[in-house]
């Protein structure tokens, strides 16, 4: 039986670094950094998502470098993942604790006497620690704006690098690329030479 999406939140940390004069218009054709990548479907797929965040920001597409006044050289990536141990309490009773209060009683005589009752009451709290192994996998988007004559003297002129990364247990970046991408163009270009964290709304299919 296949497990539903979970509802959940990525945690993302931005960075942006870019010139004075950047301004998102302009032609623009995205590019894989990465030629291993120019015959990738995933990269195709990317390609796309890409291209509509930069149409919504006031670039223009175009379809080939020799057209374009910038290209977007779009990289992504995620690592081996790291193995931790995590530590949660366990709940339970923890113990039994004695109470006592006074109560009214009447002797043979008809005489009352104060007479001091016990009873038992359980107490909950912390009753041990259970362990888990967790490995946690360093997810990457990167994307640097370069001038499209640039790349035809092999001199690429930056103008725009933006970082997007994200650390959880989703092992493919296929289940957290649109959220990195999302968080990478919140309020783009964002605050230059600054971190921004963000908290990005998720459907994912990881465990």
Same mark, same amino acid.
């Given at each position: 039986m296949a497990c539903s999406p979970l509802q959940t939140y990525v945690k993302t940390d931005t960075t942006a670094f870019y010139k004075d004069s950047f301004a998102a218009q302009g032609s623009i054709?995205?590019?894989?950094?990465d030629i291993n990548l120019n015959n990738?479907?995933?990269?195709?797929?990317?390609?796309?998502? !890409?291209?509509?965040k930069l149409?919504?920001?006031?670039?223009?597409i175009a379809h080939n470098l020799a057209s374009?006044?910038?290209?977007?050289?779009?990289?992504?990536?995620?690592?081996d993942g790291k193995q931790s !141990?995590?530590?949660?309490?366990?709940?339970?009773?923890?113990?039994?604790?004695?109470?006592?209060?006074?109560?009214?009683?009447?002797d043979a005589d008809g005489k009352a006497v104060v007479v001091r009752r016990n009873y038992l009451s359980p107490s909950f709290g912390v009753v041990g620690t259970s362990a888990k192994t967790q490995?946690?996998?360093?997810?990457?988007?990167?994307?640097?704006?370069?001038k499209a004559d640039s790349l035809a003297q092999d001199k690429p002129a930056k103008v725009f690098e933006g970082r997007t990364i994200s650390t959880g247990d989703c092992a493919v970046i296929v289940e957290v690329?649109?959220?990195?991408?999302?968080?990478?163009?919140?309020e783009f270009p964002g605050e230059n030479g600054r971190n921004r964290t963000d908290a990005i709304e998720s459907v994912t299919n990881c465990p």
């Open positions: 054709v995205v590019l894989p950094g990738s479907l995933e990269f195709d797929l990317y390609r796309q998502k !890409v291209e509509a149409l919504n920001e006031g670039f223009s374009a006044d910038f290209a977007a050289l779009l990289l992504f990536a995620v690592d !141990v995590v530590y949660s309490p366990i709940y339970g009773q923890s113990n039994r604790l004695v109470n006592s209060y006074a109560d009214i009683a009447y490995t946690n996998f360093r997810h990457t988007v990167a994307l640097d704006i370069v690329f649109d959220e990195l991408l999302e968080a990478m163009f919140v």
